[in-house]
């Protein structure tokens, strides 16, 4: 079975998600790396979308 490995559109989409829940970024970020491991984005993209999110963006 190959390894899932998710596009950038997924990964806004569940970014999205988690901050439509009002999850802090530091909780995302843990249950992306949980999650997609290697493949999760960085803390710090995880703040800029965030940062875009709450902006309206």
Do not use: N
């Amino acid at each position: 079975m190959s390894e899932f490995i998710p596009k950038k559109q997924h990964l806004r989409e569940v970014l999205f998600h988690y901050f439509i829940l009002k999850k802090s970024v530091a909780e995302t970020y843990r249950l992306l790396v949980d999650i997609y491991g290697e493949h999760a984005p960085s803390k710090t993209s995880c703040k800029e979308w965030f940062r875009r999110f709450k902006s309206g963006d």
